[in-house]
């Protein structure tokens, strides 16, 4: 049961979803929709620490084996299978166009293979690879990514300029490691090995995969609570996209004395603190403000409690700010009508 835990959280790298990729016998649009399911018996996984797991995320749908009854669960997965994973992991989401900037860097490397919409699909949602494609998957990387599917890659900065040590191999010097082990292991997604290290530059593993991905699942179900219907979580959305588009684009607020006035004289449902979060940097005579999203990348719902919500949206903020979770606090007594509020209110 230990071994099995520590593998279960520990390796915790990405799943291969596209069952026959780059294996031969594929075509390049081969999408994971488009593969037969499997019975979830591989020959090659009797007797593998997996093999459980792996059958049930056969069974899920959410991966499956080769045509000559294999699974290879030791095979390394590649970037673009990781990123394919995920899609299929998250909430749905409409997005937008990317602008010019993020689809040369991104999108590039993609042009042409089966991966391409995935990436044009998640490149919205803030969830950037940094490598080719093609490449196997590391497991800092998978720490990264599955950090941005959840909406969670600022809990890094609580860990920037830390002492702590957490694993031998990760160093404290090493911030750029730091800001993306650290907050995972946490956040009890990825673990380290028995012998006190993580191994970040570690290949994922098949098996491994699909080990994350319910983990995924469990972390979602664990930061995101609460039943939340779609008209509250339209009604939420809408709150919180008419304010900021108001005073951003329409009003173009930019002093804060200025935007605590338009409050006030309009009576807006919007609390002191909920402008001290997310405008303060009005405050100062220059700044530069990471950019706002747009409320079609992804987001997640939370119901924390009675009357209180919670609304996280993950999205690329341009060049300068790259890829960013931002949280919103809102309060309804029918579900109907919402309140902007601060996090503590």
């Known amino acids: 049961m230990t071994?099995?835990?520590?593998?279960?959280?520990?390796?915790?790298?990405?799943?291969?979803?596209?069952?026959?990729?780059?294996?031969?016998?594929?075509?390049?649009?081969?999408?994971?929709?488009?593969?037969?399911?499997?019975?979830?018996?591989?020959v090659d996984t009797e007797r593998h620490w997996a093999k459980k797991e792996i059958a049930e995320a056969v069974s899920a749908r959410w991966v499956q084996g080769f045509p000559d009854g294999t699974f290879r669960p030791e095979t390394p997965v590649s970037q673009e299978q990781f990123m394919a994973l995920v899609e299929r992991m998250l909430p749905p989401f409409n997005g937008h166009e990317a602008d010019d900037f993020a689809q040369d860097l991104y999108l590039k490397p993609v042009k042409g293979r089966w991966?391409?919409?995935?990436?044009?699909?998640l490149l919205p949602a803030g969830i950037l690879p940094s490598g080719k494609p093609e490449e196997p998957l590391t497991r800092v990387e998978a720490a990264r990514l599955t950090l941005a599917a959840l909406g969670k890659q600022s809990e890094g900065e609580k860990y920037r300029g830390t002492t702590s040590r957490f694993f031998s191999d990760v160093s404290v010097d090493n911030e750029h490691q730091v800001v993306m082990v650290y907050p995972i292991y946490k956040l009890g997604v990825m673990a380290g090995y028995p012998d006190g290290t993580f191994r970040p530059n570690d290949k994922v593993s098949r098996a491994q995969a699909v080990v994350l991905l319910n983990r995924i699942r469990e972390a979602q179900e664990e930061l995101y609570p609460g039943k939340v219907t779609e008209a509250e979580r339209q009604a939420m959305t809408k709150a919180v996209d008419s304010f900021v588009t108001t005073v951003m684009d329409k009003e173009k607020i930019r002093r804060y004395d200025d935007l605590v006035s338009y409050v006030q004289k309009n009576k807006l449902p919007v609390s002191e603190k909920f402008l001290q979060e997310h405008f303060s940097f009005m405050k100062y005579d220059v700044y530069d403000f990471i950019r706002f999203?747009?409320?079609?990348?992804?987001?997640?719902?939370?119901?924390?409690?009675?009357?209180?919500?919670?609304?996280?949206?993950?999205?690329?903020?341009?060049?300068?700010?790259?890829?960013?979770?931002?949280?919103?606090?809102?309060?309804?007594a029918d579900g109907k009508d919402f309140r902007l509020i601060g996090k503590d209110e």
Do not use: C, N
């Open 115 to 121: 991966s391409e919409k995935t990436y044009k699909h």
């Open 293 to 332: 999203p747009r409320f079609d990348e992804l987001i997640y719902y939370a119901k924390i409690s009675e009357g209180k919500y919670r609304m996280t949206v993950q999205y690329y903020s341009g060049e300068l700010g790259g890829s960013v979770d931002r949280t919103f606090y809102l309060a309804s």
């Open 3 to 42: 071994t099995g835990r520590w593998v279960l959280t520990v390796a915790l790298s990405v799943t291969w979803l596209l069952s026959g990729l780059g294996a031969g016998g594929q075509t390049a649009e081969a999408r994971i929709s488009d593969l037969a399911a499997s019975s979830g018996t591989f």
